[in-house]
């Protein structure tokens, strides 16, 4: 029986490691033992937070304090290669979304994977959270009969332009990459794999090199419809981030509250308070030790997380050549050995 916490360094002190940092404060099973980023002073400002050290250098952190997991929470250019290294070493990674900027990234990491006893795969905390998760089972007991259209917008304006998420060369692309990356995740969650996929760019409001508003459309190879709204430029201001329309009635998943409602129901059924980011990267970094532990596959496998490059890799090429794509998946059906 394992009695210890699982030993994690964390890689990359920015934006999204200080939810790591609340996630592992209420994790009894993960603990964090060193940060690294380019930035000494960054990792020592969350080192010093955490009770455990910093570095400057992700292999000496590694070395020196024997952690067997890490977050990788550095810009996306950055995964491949430190995933690879981490990899080698026998070192499980929870990487970020996105798993890479590009198929041939992505298959990089594969072969790491394949060479390795670690577990790899991608970080996207949508899945993790409970009312994502009752959805799914709520969907799955048929309360709306037969799934016939998906909804999911992640809008919200957040200025873009001094920020490495703008820089293709870090990014591997704009909103669609960045905030679709989750969209992609759990469209397929609720509705299994894509077969094809269609984009359209909105205006671009931002004096940036990449998309900030975009529109896609989906099949699913069940043959569901889907829409998904992206933007850095606009915000709807919905109150539901999922919307699922079926044969027999509608579910809502919130940001505040979550319900469905029969087509014989006068009222709305409550099911989830909404969307509690803590919550969800804790249960992230819970399932994500579940795995290691149990050898079980986390809930984002590194399937999923291959698939994801692979459907984000065909939406490229829908907005570029203004058609549908149809959604390859060589490099994730590869994966025999999870
Ligand atoms: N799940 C979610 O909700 C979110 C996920 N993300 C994802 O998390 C990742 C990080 O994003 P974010 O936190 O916003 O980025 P930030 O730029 O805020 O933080 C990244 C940190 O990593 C450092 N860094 C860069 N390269 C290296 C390296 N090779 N080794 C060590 N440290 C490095 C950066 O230093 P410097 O600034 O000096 O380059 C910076 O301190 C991305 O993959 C992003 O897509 C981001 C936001 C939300
Ligand atoms: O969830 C998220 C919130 O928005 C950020 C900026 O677009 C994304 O990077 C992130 O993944």
Same mark, same amino acid.
């Given at each position: 029986?394992?009695?210890?916490a699982?030993?994690?360094?964390?890689?990359g002190?920015g934006a999204i490691?200080?939810?790591?940092l609340?996630?592992f404060e209420?994790?009894?099973?993960?603990q964090?033992?060193?940060?690294?980023?380019?930035?000494? *002073?960054?990792?020592t400002?969350?080192? *010093?937070?955490?009770?455990?050290?910093?570095?400057?250098d992700?292999?000496a952190?590694i070395e020196?304090?024997d952690?067997?997991?890490v977050?990788?929470?550095?810009?996306?250019v950055?995964h491949?290669?430190?995933?690879?290294?981490?990899?080698?070493?026998?070192?499980h990674?929870?990487c970020?979304?996105?798993l890479?900027?590009g198929?041939?990234e992505a298959?990089?990491?594969l072969?790491?994977?394949?060479?390795?006893?670690?577990?790899?795969?991608?970080?996207?905390?949508?899945r993790?959270?409970s009312?994502i998760v009752?959805?799914k089972?709520?969907?799955a007991?048929?309360v709306i009969?037969?799934?016939v259209?998906?909804?999911n917008a992640f809008?919200a304006?957040?200025?873009? /332009?001094?920020?490495w998420?703008?820089d293709?060369?870090?990014?591997?692309?704009?909103?669609?990459?960045?905030n679709?990356t989750h969209?992609?995740d759990?469209?397929?969650?609720?509705?299994?794999?894509i077969a094809?996929?269609r984009v359209?760019?909105g205006?671009r409001?931002q004096?940036?090199?990449?998309?900030?508003?975009?529109?896609?459309?989906v099949?699913?190879a069940?043959?569901?419809?889907?829409?998904?709204?992206?933007?850095?430029?606009?915000?709807?201001e919905?109150d539901n981030?999922v919307?699922?329309?079926?044969s027999?009635?509608t579910?809502h998943v919130g940001?505040?509250?979550?319900?469905?409602?029969?087509?014989?129901? *006068?009222q709305?059924?409550?099911?989830?308070?909404?969307?509690?980011?803590?919550?969800?990267?804790t249960n992230?970094?819970?399932?994500?030790v579940t795995s290691i532990?149990?050898?079980?596959?986390?809930r984002?496998?590194?399937?999923d997380?291959?698939? /994801?490059?692979?459907?984000?890799?065909?939406?490229?090429?829908?907005? $570029?050549?203004s058609? $549908?794509?149809?959604?390859?998946?060589?490099?994730?059906?590869?994966?025999?050995f999870?």
């Amino acid at each position: 029986m394992i009695t210890h916490a699982t030993r994690f360094g964390l890689i990359g002190a920015g934006a999204i490691a200080q939810s790591y940092l609340l996630a592992f404060e209420k994790s009894k099973d993960a603990q964090l033992v060193g940060v690294t980023d380019i930035s000494l *002073e960054a990792a020592t400002a969350m080192a *010093e937070r955490a009770h455990c050290s910093a570095f400057s250098d992700y292999l000496a952190m590694i070395e020196e304090t024997d952690c067997e997991a890490v977050v990788l929470c550095t810009p996306p250019v950055t995964h491949p290669e430190i995933t690879c290294e981490l990899l080698k070493r026998n070192i499980h990674v929870l990487c970020e979304k996105p798993l890479a900027v590009g198929l041939s990234e992505a298959k990089l990491m594969l072969a790491a994977a394949e060479e390795s006893t670690a577990i790899l795969t991608m970080a996207s905390k949508f899945r993790y959270s409970s009312d994502i998760v009752a959805a799914k089972s709520l969907i799955a007991s048929g309360v709306i009969g037969d799934v016939v259209l998906f909804e999911n917008a992640f809008t919200a304006r957040v200025d873009m /332009s001094h920020r490495w998420n703008s820089d293709p060369s870090i990014s591997g692309g704009g909103v669609l990459i960045d905030n679709g990356t989750h969209s992609v995740d759990i469209t397929r969650y609720f509705l299994g794999p894509i077969a094809e996929i269609r984009v359209v760019e909105g205006l671009r409001i931002q004096d940036i090199a990449v998309e900030d508003t975009v529109q896609i459309f989906v099949r699913s190879a069940s043959g569901v419809m889907g829409s998904i709204d992206l933007s850095w430029s606009l915000n709807k201001e919905l109150d539901n981030y999922v919307s699922i329309y079926g044969s027999a009635g509608t579910l809502h998943v919130g940001w505040k509250e979550s319900k469905y409602r029969r087509a014989e129901d *006068e009222q709305w059924t409550i099911f989830g308070n909404g969307y509690n980011k803590v919550d969800a990267f804790t249960n992230q970094l819970n399932d994500f030790v579940t795995s290691i532990r149990s050898g079980e596959l986390p809930r984002i496998s590194l399937q999923d997380a291959l698939a /994801s490059v692979e459907v984000i890799d065909a939406c490229y090429n829908a907005m $570029w050549e203004s058609s $549908w794509s149809q959604v390859g998946s060589e490099l994730s059906e590869s994966v025999g050995f999870q």
